[in-house]
T-cell receptor
């Protein structure tokens, strides 16, 4: 069966510091991968999605970036965090169907 | 702009009752529809997907789709306190190879013992 991992689970970072969140999927190959952010009391905002290694589509202009260095690895990064980057970051995957399956998430607080 | 709308709630029902959650969408050519449950502080988990008009049942959950009226609903029979969560509706907006989903803001459900 497939499993999706995210780490870290929680993170507290000061404004202006860098960020790196990692997501990995096990038990499948060539998945579609997605990064979402869910701010407090708000809906799911799609940030990036990827259909293959090195292929990244950006949905919202911001100070975040994403990379996919390996087939089942998806990384979300920032060079300088803003207060508005606080939120619950979720990685999701799908492959042959349209249902998306989420990882456990990373709760980021920027102070 | 393609939208998915849900009543934010909270929807409060007594234990054992039927909870009815509704979702409307703006894109008439939407093809696929999904209901997710999200407990506080946790990630969303898929409950049901529905692709054709009519009802689809899975245990205590029934999804209902009416493409002509552009709404999809989720019924939870014999509601339990453990069903208390936010329910997210998601829609795949059009045909083709687009795998992105449009999300509603969710309806908060409280099942009272």
């Amino acid at each position: 069966s497939q499993t999706i991992h995210q780490w870290p689970a929680t993170l507290v970072q000061p404004v202006g510091s860098p960020l790196s969140l990692e997501c990995t999927v096990e038990g499948t190959s060539n998945p579609n991968l997605y990064w979402y952010r869910q701010a407090a009391g708000r809906g799911l905002q799609l940030l990036f999605y990827s259909v293959g290694i090195g292929q990244i589509s950006s949905e919202v202009p911001q100070n975040l970036s994403a990379s996919r260095p390996q087939d089942r690895q998806f990384i979300l990064s920032s060079k300088k965090l803003l207060l508005s980057d606080s939120g619950f970051y979720l990685c999701a995957w799908n492959r042959d169907s349209y249902e998306q399956y989420f990882g456990p998430g990373t709760r980021l607080t920027v102070t | 702009q393609k939208e998915v709308e849900q009543n934010s709630g909270p929807l409060s029902v007594p234990e054992g009752a039927i909870a009815s959650l509704n979702c409307t969408y703006s894109d008439r050519v939407s093809q696929s529809f999904f209901w997710y449950r999200q407990y506080s502080g946790k990630s969303p988990e898929l409950i049901m997907s529905i692709y054709s008009n009519g009802d689809k049942e899975d245990g205590r959950f029934t999804a209902q789709l009416n493409k002509a009226s552009q709404y999809v609903s989720l019924l939870i029979r014999d509601s339990q306190p453990s069903d208390s969560a936010t329910y997210l509706c998601a829609v795949r907006p059009n045909a083709g190879n687009n795998r992105k989903l449009i999300w509603g803001l969710g309806t908060s459900l409280a099942v009272n013992p």
